[in-house]
């Protein structure tokens, strides 16, 4: 079955820590994002890649970095930057950008002990 | 900047009431609107609505798109408790905050 997978479902990073959230889809999809989410609040886009080899800001990326070396992988890094991590991560995919209905995958909740 | 803005934040109605969630957008370049139903962790595809679908439904569930008013509602029919979930509205590559929705027996 085709879908989106993210490791681990749960992380605790110490402070000053990188740790970095895997994502992979076997989909065939061009573009993958990855969103924030706090409580109470919405998704908030943090980079996304149209295709392979590029990937571009989102709203929040200060903190963070991602790679997009193939196209069924989508890694993101939480940096030592990043001053208030703790969060739920989704990464999400469609077969183009901005375009067509996403598919998620199960989230990572990272907590900063 | 794009922006995607969803009201109410929060509702709470109860078995058997209809509901109206709004979604209001300011985009570049519009292609489609999403609703999604969050209820534990990744949001579930509910519809989506584009400029040449503009209305869609799905048993009580029914969205409406208004290219017009850069708008977006999703309404629920006879309520039920199983509907309480956030209800999230995206264009294009940005999401609203959310409308969390609970529904009580």
């Known amino acids: 079955d085709g879908g989106i997978t993210q490791s681990p479902k749960y992380l605790f990073r110490k402070e000053g820590q990188n740790v970095t959230l895997s994502c992979e889809q076997n989909?065939?999809?061009?573009?993958m994002y990855w969103y924030r989410q706090d409580p109470g609040q919405g998704l908030r886009l943090i980079y996304y890649?149209?295709?392979?080899?590029d990937f571009q800001k989102g709203d929040i990326a200060e903190g963070y970095s991602v790679s997009r070396e193939k196209k069924e992988s989508f890694p993101l890094t939480v940096t030592s930057a990043q001053k208030n991590p703790t969060a739920f991560y989704l990464c999400?995919?469609?077969?183009?950008w901005g375009v067509g209905g996403y598919t998620f995958g199960s989230g990572t909740r990272l907590t900063v002990v | 900047e794009d922006k995607v803005v969803q009201s109410p934040l929060s509702l709470v109605v109860h078995e058997g009431d209809t509901v109206t969630l709004n979604c209001s957008y300011e985009?570049?370049?519009?292609?489609?609107l999403l609703w999604y139903k969050q209820e534990k962790k990744a949001p579930t595809f509910l519809f989506m609505l584009?400029?040449?679908?503009i209305e869609k439904k799905s048993g009580r569930l029914s969205s409406i798109l208004d290219k017009k008013e850069l708008s977006s509602i999703l309404n629920i029919t006879a309520t039920q408790t199983g509907d309480s979930a956030i209800y999230l509205c995206?264009?294009?590559?940005?999401f609203g905050a959310g409308t969390r929705l609970t529904v009580k027996p």
């Open positions: 999400a995919s469609s077969p183009d």
């Open positions: 985009v570049t370049n519009f292609r489609s």
């Open positions: 584009t400029s040449s679908g």
């Open positions: 995206a264009v294009d590559r940005g």
């Open positions: 989909l065939n999809h061009d573009a």
């Open positions: 890649s149209q295709i392979v080899n």
